[in-house]
Each structure stands twice: as structure tokens, then as C-alpha cells.
């Protein structure tokens, strides 16, 4: 009886001791596979990263090539009104009035601008005079040559700035020196535009009351000539070409309107280990 009892205590020892080996065997395959899942889901989550940046990336260079063909475009517009503000402040026709006679031969063309006045005769002769006494000239003429110079020196200024502030020139140091220089060119800009805008409309505005007042003669009245409307159009280039510029500066995160930030937590092997070790403590 006792040769019995012990050989059923010594069968529970190998069934607990085989039990040991077999749940060990268990928790060993459970934390392999654990880690295979968690080492599958960093390396889905990397290159899930991976695909985001390099969309980001592309993103951005043709966030910058659109940004440099439009910096150029508002530039060539920056040269057109750059050019035709000069004209418009040398050109003599701001106002133009044309008196014919009886005869042909006494048709003359009265043109009158901010430097002289002009007078073109049917015959083919042409004579100017200058304006040599500002005092002696209305206020509007005044402040019109004193707008129209300022407009002239800004703009030509800022076409120097943005020269060296463009992303397709290799001028001004790193990007953050010519992102400063070219909204400076772009603020040049704006102002030259208006500073051209002012005395155009004055002058614009000048002309027609005085073409409506019923007092004045009829040949003392004039019409808006070619320089008023050459003035409007330069101004209204700058102030597009300004606007375009300052615009086309500004800092923005590009990448964050399509791809939103996120938080990419990849699970660490001390996690792995840790988790192992908690399991075999169990069994």
C-alpha cells in the first residue's frame, strides 16, 4: 500500500513538473507572437510616416516652383508700371482740348501736363512751353508732380529689392533674408500704387468739374488725356504686383491644410521584454 502512494506522488510530480514546462512553452510562444504583432504594426506605422513626408515634400517644392512663376509674374507687372509711371509724369497731354476755326489751317491741339504745355497745330508744328513757377500753378498740379515723383522713386526702389528678394534669383543670403526683402519690394510696391492712384484722380476729378461748370468757356474746357489713363493702368500694376509680392511671403504651414498633424507612438522593445517577463511571473 505504501509502494502504491508513493508512486502516485511521485506520477503528481512529473504531471506538475511536465505542466511547468508546458505553460513556460506557452508564455514563451504568446510573447513571441506579441512581439511579432507589436514589431508589425511600428514597421506599417513607419512607412505610413515615410509616405506622409514624402507627399509633404513634394507638396512643398510645388508650393515653392508656383510661388517663384508667380513672384515673376507680379514682377514683369512691377516693370510695366514702373514704365508707365515715368511716361505718365513726363508726358505733356494730362489734359487735352482740341479748338477748330472756321478754317482748317487754324485747328490747334492744346495739351497741358505737369511740366509743360504743348500746342499742335494742324500745319504739322509743334511748340512747348515749360512750367518754370510752381508757386504760380493750382494745388492739384502741385501735389500731382510731388505724387507722381514719390511714385517713380518707390517703385524704382522696390524693383530693386525684389530683385534681390526673388526665389528665382540667387541673390540676398538664405530664404528668410529674401522672404524680408522681397515683402519690403511688395510694401515699395503698394505705395508707389498709390502715391500714383492719388494724383490721377485728383486730376481726373479736377477735369471734369471743370468741364461741367456751366461758367467757364467752352474753349477753356478740357478731356482726361492719354497720360491720366497711363497713370491709372501703372498704378493699378504696382498695386497688384505689390499685393502679389507681400502675399507670396508669408510664412504658412502648407503641409498641415491636407496632412494634420499626428502622433506616431512606436511601441518600444523594453514594452516587449517587460511584458514577457510579467507573463512568466504568472505561470
Same mark, same amino acid.
Given at each position: 500500500?505504501?509502494?502504491?502512494?508513493?508512486?502516485?506522488?511521485?506520477?503528481? +510530480?512529473?504531471?506538475?513538473?511536465?505542466?511547468?514546462?508546458?505553460? +513556460?512553452?506557452?508564455?514563451?510562444?504568446?510573447?513571441?507572437?506579441?512581439?511579432?504583432?507589436?514589431? #508589425?504594426?511600428?514597421?506599417?506605422?513607419?512607412?505610413?510616416?515615410?509616405? +506622409?513626408?514624402?507627399?509633404?515634400?513634394?507638396?512643398?517644392?510645388?508650393?515653392?516652383?508656383?510661388?517663384?512663376?508667380?513672384?515673376?509674374?507680379?514682377?514683369?507687372?512691377?516693370?510695366?508700371?514702373?514704365?508707365?509711371?515715368?511716361?505718365?509724369?513726363?508726358?505733356?497731354?494730362?489734359?487735352?482740348?482740341?479748338?477748330?476755326?472756321?478754317?482748317?489751317?487754324?485747328?490747334?491741339?492744346?495739351?497741358?501736363?505737369?511740366?509743360?504745355?504743348?500746342?499742335? #497745330?494742324?500745319?504739322?508744328?509743334?511748340?512747348?512751353?515749360?512750367?518754370?513757377?510752381?508757386?504760380?500753378?493750382? $494745388? #492739384?498740379?502741385?501735389?500731382?508732380? =510731388? =505724387?507722381?515723383?514719390?511714385?517713380?522713386?518707390?517703385?524704382?526702389?522696390?524693383?530693386?529689392? =525684389?530683385?534681390?528678394?526673388?526665389?528665382?534669383?540667387?541673390?540676398?543670403?538664405?530664404?528668410?533674408?529674401?522672404?524680408?526683402?522681397?515683402?519690403?519690394?511688395?510694401?515699395?510696391?503698394?505705395?508707389?500704387?498709390?502715391?500714383?492712384?492719388?494724383?490721377?484722380?485728383?486730376?481726373?476729378?479736377?477735369?471734369?468739374?471743370?468741364?461741367?461748370?456751366?461758367?467757364?468757356?467752352?474753349?477753356?474746357?478740357?478731356?482726361?488725356?492719354?497720360? $491720366?489713363?497711363?497713370?491709372?493702368?501703372?498704378?493699378?500694376?504696382?498695386?497688384?504686383?505689390?499685393?502679389?509680392?507681400?502675399?507670396?511671403?508669408?510664412?504658412?504651414?502648407?503641409?498641415?491644410?491636407?496632412?494634420?498633424?499626428?502622433?506616431?507612438?512606436?511601441?518600444? =522593445?523594453?514594452? +516587449?521584454?517587460?511584458?514577457? #517577463?510579467?507573463?512568466?511571473?504568472?505561470?
Amino acid at each position: 500500500m505504501q509502494f502504491y502512494m508513493r508512486r502516485d506522488s511521485s506520477s503528481q +510530480e512529473k504531471l506538475l513538473f511536465f505542466q511547468d514546462i508546458y505553460s +513556460e512553452e506557452n508564455s514563451s510562444d504568446f510573447t513571441s507572437s506579441k512581439g511579432y504583432s507589436l514589431g #508589425y504594426e511600428a514597421t506599417n506605422q513607419l512607412h505610413t510616416f515615410t509616405r +506622409e513626408k514624402r507627399a509633404d515634400k513634394r507638396l512643398q517644392q510645388i508650393i515653392i516652383m508656383a510661388s517663384a512663376s508667380l513672384q515673376f509674374f507680379a514682377f514683369i507687372l512691377a516693370l510695366f508700371g514702373v514704365f508707365g509711371d515715368i511716361t505718365a509724369t513726363l508726358l505733356p497731354n494730362w489734359k487735352v482740348n482740341a479748338d477748330v476755326g472756321s478754317n482748317i489751317i487754324t485747328a490747334i491741339t492744346q495739351m497741358q501736363g505737369l511740366w509743360m504745355d504743348c500746342t499742335w #497745330y494742324s500745319t504739322g508744328m509743334f511748340s512747348c512751353t515749360l512750367k518754370y513757377s510752381v508757386l504760380s500753378l493750382p $494745388v #492739384y498740379i502741385q501735389a500731382a508732380r =510731388t =505724387t507722381m515723383v514719390l511714385s517713380c522713386i518707390l517703385s524704382a526702389f522696390g524693383i530693386c529689392i =525684389t530683385t534681390v528678394g526673388m526665389k528665382c534669383t540667387k541673390l540676398g543670403g538664405d530664404a528668410n533674408s529674401k522672404s524680408h526683402a522681397c515683402f519690403a519690394g511688395g510694401v515699395c510696391f503698394i505705395l508707389g500704387g498709390i502715391f500714383g492712384l492719388v494724383p490721377t484722380s485728383w486730376y481726373t476729378r479736377e477735369i471734369i468739374s471743370n468741364f461741367l461748370d456751366q461758367t467757364i468757356p467752352e474753349s477753356s474746357k478740357h478731356e482726361p488725356g492719354g497720360a $491720366v489713363y497711363t497713370g491709372f493702368i501703372s498704378a493699378g500694376f504696382l498695386l497688384i504686383a505689390g499685393v502679389i509680392f507681400c502675399t507670396s511671403c508669408l510664412k504658412k504651414q502648407h503641409g498641415a491644410w491636407i496632412y494634420p498633424s499626428k502622433q506616431h507612438h512606436f511601441p518600444s =522593445t523594453d514594452q +516587449e521584454s517587460n511584458t514577457g #517577463y510579467n507573463l512568466k511571473d504568472y505561470v
